[in-house]
Every structure is written in structure tokens, then in C-alpha cells.
């Protein structure tokens, strides 16, 4: 009895440790993958946000940066940071952070 219980305990604990890692993300290309495999791949997507997904770019073209995943319905800066290391968008390149539209300090244009 005590024994059946250490063991539950265990596989319990391991369960809990491990659980982390079962909610990585998987690296995909959010310019070429299905909205199953966006759904798969992507921490805090769904088969709802995967189909916004695919149907914002078949309506605005690929996407240039992860920050853009933001202008899909349902899809908030936090959820794009969450998962910016398994989001691609081309290639097998991370999709980086969209770079700044400021201008350096004291550039000035006529």
C-alpha cells in the first residue's frame, strides 16, 4: 500500500516537473504551415487563432516579423512573445523583433 502511494507520488512530481516542457513551443513557419500545424506548434493557439492566422495572410501576403502576428484577431503582443523563438518566417531564422521606425536623436528631416 505505502508502496503504491510513493509510486503515484513520484510519477505525480515528474508529471508537475516535466509539464513545462510539454508547452514549448515547436519551431514553424507562420508564413508556409497549415492552421493544424500552427495550432500544434504555437503555446496559446488554438485551431480558432491558427485559422486567423492562415486567413490573415492569405488576405495581406506573408508576414515580415513575429511583431506582425499581433494585427491577427485574438493575437496579443504577449502570446507573439511567448512563442518568438519557435516563430519563423523564413528560412529556419527565428523571426526577430521588427526594428524601430525612430530616428536617432538630433537627426531632423526637412
Known amino acids: 500500500m505505502r ?10 512530481l515528474a508529471g508537475l516537473l516535466l509539464s513545462p516542457l510539454a508547452l514549448a513551443s ?3 513557419n507562420i508564413n508556409t504551415a497549415d492552421a493544424a ?8 493557439v488554438g485551431m480558432a487563432k491558427a485559422q486567423a492566422i492562415v486567413a490573415w495572410r492569405e488576405a ?11 494585427e491577427v484577431k485574438g493575437i496579443g503582443a504577449a502570446l507573439v512573445d511567448r512563442n518568438r523563438d519557435a516563430i519563423q518566417v523564413d528560412g529556419a531564422k527565428p523571426a526577430k523583433k521588427a526594428k524601430s521606425q525612430r530616428k536617432p536623436k538630433g537627426s531632423e528631416e526637412d
Do not use: H, M, Y
Open 3 to 12: 508502496s503504491t502511494i510513493l509510486k503515484r507520488l513520484v510519477i505525480a
Open 26 to 28: 515547436t519551431p514553424v
Open 37 to 44: 500545424t500552427l495550432a500544434q506548434s504555437l503555446d496559446g
Open 60 to 70: 495581406n501576403g506573408a508576414f515580415e516579423s513575429a511583431d506582425q502576428l499581433a
